[in-house]
């Protein structure tokens, strides 16, 4: 057996569910372009989930069911109102998820109609833990979601109190759709195996939520928007970023392991990026981000990915740094409930092996000799 470091080209199982094949990401085998044009983030919450686009009284229905099942257990909140003033914002919801099972009388029904119901009632709630979570860090009171309106326009309404702008609401359920799903990415695969041990859907989605909040994974938009504050204005990016280049320093948002010739979704959330910075405007963070793409990509051929022009777009929308990776949550919840439904309908048990380079044949030495 040799390793294979990172899985790197390991073919792990078979998905119907998203792809990327010579640089193009699909979803159920629509070009994700197609989808970040014309699609809503409902859309593709049940494209994902079943298989093809919905009608309008299939698209009604599930909106209808994500709503109904948008509230938190009182108990939930609660346990926020106890977390640390200074808690990471990944490891809050984390804590909450795992917490909703508890409060779910069908969080052990392994059938697939209880699952499905799980996967609804996992993706109507996220939206509502996050803004929630920020309100009460804030020494706000919890907004409750509105009946009838879709996640993007929710999730900005609880965490502001306010109705948010149409193209505000554009931006987010863009965002929300590109983040949907990525094939067999670090945190879907954790969650598939640990729903193939037949372990439940909350314990799946809390395991995909450990491993979005690493920065190599959900994390990079954050930085990403933490070197735009750090360099502050245009004028300051070509010495900032040469330095960084000289000095052999990663540049957050750039590069990725699939995409050679660079990531499709990036340019759809560089065009949000430019709107709302004509919208607010403010087009520094924009300006700047291109500054920094000619720069990166001229001098090392990399090209920026999704998490680079995110982190402008979640600014301009005045949503704190830091729930950058649980908006990321909120969307990929709908691929990751995806993969695990598809896990449990042919499940095998996830066991890969490992290559020893220990020591070999060492006799054991009793503790008076040791």
Do not use: C
């Not at 989605?205 to 502050?232: D, F, R």
């Not at 979640?314 to 439904?341: K, M, V």
């Amino acid at each position: 057996m040799t390793a294979t470091k990172g899985l790197e080209g390991i073919v792990a199982t078979t998905s119907s569910i998203s792809s990327i094949i010579d640089g193009v990401l699909t979803y159920r085998g629509i070009n994700i372009d197609d989808l970040a044009e014309k699609a809503t983030f409902e859309e593709v919450v049940y494209l994902l989930w079943y298989g093809k686009l919905p009608n309008r009284s299939e698209l009604a229905g599930l909106v209808k069911d994500l709503s109904d099942n948008a509230s938190v257990p009182a108990e939930v909140l609660s346990q926020i109102k106890l977390y640390p003033q200074n808690v990471n914002t990944m490891a809050a919801l984390r804590t909450a998820v795992s917490s909703l099972a508890l409060y779910d009388a069908e969080a052990n029904d392994m059938t697939p109609e209880s699952n499905l119901r799980k996967a609804i009632k996992l993706q109507a709630k996220l939206p509502t833990i996050v803004a929630a979570f920020d309100r009460i860090r804030k020494g706000q009171e919890p907004i409750a979601p509105k009946q009838g309106a879709s996640i993007a326009e929710n999730f900005l309404y609880m965490l502001t109190g306010k109705d948010p702008e149409k193209i505000a609401i554009e931006a987010l359920d863009k965002a929300l759709v590109l983040h949907a799903d990525h094939e067999l990415n670090a945190s879907t695969f954790a969650a598939r195996v640990t729903v193939a041990t037949l372990s439940d859907i909350y314990s799946g989605v809390t395991s995909a939520i450990g491993a979005l909040k690493g920065p190599l994974h959900g994390g990079a938009n954050e930085a990403v928007m933490a070197m735009l504050e750090e360099i502050g204005t245009a004028d300051n990016v070509s010495s900032y970023i040469n330095e960084k280049l000289e000095n052999k320093v990663k540049i957050m948002g750039f590069g990725h392991r699939v995409y050679k010739n660079g990531d499709p979704r990036a340019k759809h959330l560089q065009k949000m990026s430019q709107e709302l910075g004509k919208l607010t405007g403010n087009m520094n963070w924009y300006d700047m981000s291109i500054q920094i793409e000619e720069i990166v990509t001229g001098q090392k051929g990399l090209k920026p990915n999704v998490d680079f022009y995110s982190a402008s777009v979640y600014t301009s929308l005045e949503i704190p740094r830091d729930l950058f990776t649980p908006i990321f949550a909120i969307s990929r919840t709908s691929g990751w409930t995806a993969h695990i439904l598809e896990q449990y309908e042919n499940n095998r048990l996830i066991r890969p092996r490992a290559e020893y380079t220990g020591p070999s044949h060492q006799a054991y030495v009793p503790i008076d000799n040791r």
